[in-house]
């Protein structure tokens, strides 16, 4: 019983190591086949404005409560010293440096990453990926340059208009508290982010874009034969880009405080 | 002259611990519909697969309008594809595109010099032979399983392929159904001077479609002639369940 178990624990591990072999293939393949004659445009327009059509309701409310919220739960302590003026800045700081791209990402993986992983998935157990190779169609370029193109450049724009209404969020809350102006409030906020900071967010947030698009199109390129299969891709899709963006995000912050 | 379209010689596959093709041979002369029978899961999506490309064999020649499919390179591989037309068991039609951008998605996208006019003719021109012109506004979802095997041999002949493969062109339809397909491929035959492998095990469109019938059964082709030469009274006993199994199936429902 013991052995079997060993075994099984093995093959496991072996699973895992031929997966990570694969991914870092299907990454590979991606830069390989990367250059402006294999963009096809109308599709690339198409998949930026899909995710970011797909994210923009959730990541406005979220960006929105996520300032407003954080600003009123972080005005007791400063308090204590006396110091809500520095509020907007505190705001600031936390969402361009670390909230904002990390909140986007983590909705984008759900709705878009979810989403790439169900398409391809789809396509790939319905035989349209075969259907586009045996017609001479690199599907490849087609689907998966295209998505993952389209995710890298679509998340950090989506990061920085969470960033916006997150700050929209907070100094509506300072405004009806401590009354700042808004002139004031921005004044205070940006004095306190450096080039460093959005230097940064915006790496992360490229890295978080490829990471969810790179993800969704693999899990769905690999999936399973079977429905069974497009629902595995769309989960593997969300589960594997978010835990693949912590690690990103750990890594970043690393290399950011020791430059600063 | 009658020329070799495609050779196959000693083919083997095998998926793990499963010996699927096992020493296949198969020859396909110009302009012949050669209809390749056999049970389900003997590996006839397999056999046309690997003469797609789709499928790399594990051993045995397998020569594909004049490119050896063993060696072949990625660039003749895409250009030989242009030549060589796939119709999918399950039509794989591209859920998230119209009726009519399924059909110009190779011409636009494989054919990449040809103009804005000409895609919109020969669309227009493949429809029609499918008798399907009103549906090119439609999405996949919204036709019938007849419908989208029809749309499925239109977006493969409008590429003017050499060579069509067809997956089980009639599988799951109704009877008027598949005569209908039936006659279809043998109007592509006519129109486009095609050469044709139907994979089927429905006799009736054997009979109907094929020049030549070649009788799979397990691993390998054990019989292979003109429909009656396959199915004479002398044929043996796994052919003659093979065809027996079929025609029992529709006498029993006839009563
Ligand atoms: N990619 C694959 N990986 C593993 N096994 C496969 C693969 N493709 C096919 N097989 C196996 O090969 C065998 C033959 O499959 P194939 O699809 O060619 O059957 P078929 O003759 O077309 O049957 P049907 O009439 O049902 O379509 C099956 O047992 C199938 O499970
Ligand atoms: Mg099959």
């Known amino acids: 019983m013991g052995k079997n178990k ?19 293939d299907f990454v590979i393949t991606f830069f390989s086949e990367l250059s402006l004659k294999n963009i096809i445009w109308t599709e690339l327009f198409n998949q930026c404005y899909q995710i970011g059509l797909r994210s923009l309701p959730l990541i406005t409310l979220t960006g929105f409560v996520t300032g407003l919220v954080f600003t009123q739960q972080s005005r007791p302590s400063l308090q204590e010293f006396g110091a809500t003026s ?40 319905t035989e349209q990926i075969a259907a586009m190779e045996v017609s001479s169609v690199n599907p490849f370029n087609f689907l998966v340059v295209n998505r993952v193109l389209a995710a890298t450049i679509t998340i950090p724009i989506l990061s920085f208009y969470t960033a916006a209404v997150g700050l929209t969020g907070s100094f509506i809350n300072i405004y009806l508290n401590e009354q700042t102006n808004f002139n004031a409030y921005i004044i205070n906020a940006f004095d306190s982010i450096n080039f460093l900071d959005l230097g940064s967010a915006l790496v992360k947030a490229i890295l978080f874009g490829f990471t969810i698009g790179m993800v969704g199109c693999y899990s769905g390129y690999n999936a399973e034969k079977g429905t069974l299969g497009v629902g595995k891709a ?15 995000e750990i890594f970043v912050v690393q290399v950011t405080n020791s430059l600063r | ?202 006799l009736t469109c054997a009979k109907q479609t094929g020049d030549r019938v070649a009788l799979l059964l397990e691993g390998s082709f054990q019989k292979e002639g003109t429909f009656s030469e396959v199915f004479n009274s002398h044929a043996e006993n796994k052919v003659k369940q093979f065809y027996d199994y079929n025609f029992m199936e529709q006498e029993t429902i006839k009563i």
Request: glycine share 8%; aromatic share 6%.
């Open chain 2, 1 to 202: 002259m009658k020329e070799n379209v495609l050779r196959i010689r000693n083919l083997y596959k095998s998926f793990g611990d499963l010996d699927v093709l096992k020493g296949v041979d198969l020859d396909l002369n110009q302009s012949e519909n050669l209809v390749v029978l056999g049970k389900s899961g003997t590996g006839k999506s397999v056999l046309i697969k690997i003469i797609s490309g789709l499928i790399t064999a594990d051993s045995g020649e397998v020569n594909v309008l004049g490119f050896d499919m063993n060696t072949i390179t990625k660039e003749d591989l895409i250009f030989l594809r242009l030549k060589v037309g796939f119709c999918f068991q399950n039509s794989a039609l591209y859920d998230s595109m119209t009726i009519g951008e399924n059909i110009e998605f190779p011409l636009k996208y494989a054919l990449k010099t040809i103009s804005r006019q000409e895609i919109e003719k020969r669309t227009d021109r493949v429809l029609e032979a499918v008798g399907l012109r009103q549906t090119k506004n439609q999405m996949p979802a919204e036709l019938s399983g007849g419908q989208r095997k029809r749309i499925g041999i239109a977006r493969t002949i409008v590429m003017n392929p050499e060579l069509i493969l067809y997956d089980e062109p009639t599988a799951g339809l109704d009877p008027i159904t598949c005569v209908e397909i039936n006659n279809l491929i043998l109007e592509v035959k006519e129109e486009y001077q095609a050469s044709s492998i139907i994979i089927t095990h429905d």
């Open chain 1, 6 to 24: 060993d075994v099984f624990i093995s093959k496991q591990i072996d699973e895992k190591i031929v997966n990570f072999k694969n991914g870092v």
């Open chain 1, 86 to 125: 520095w509020l907007p800045s505190l705001v600031a700081i936390a969402m361009v440096r670390a909230l904002a791209p990390l909140v986007t990402s983590i909705i984008a993986a759900g709705r878009v990453g979810s989403n790439i992983g169900a398409e391809l998935g789809s396509m790939k157990v």
């Open chain 1, 234 to 248: 769309a989960n593997a899709g969300v589960v594997k880009s978010i835990f693949i963006i912590f690690l990103i």
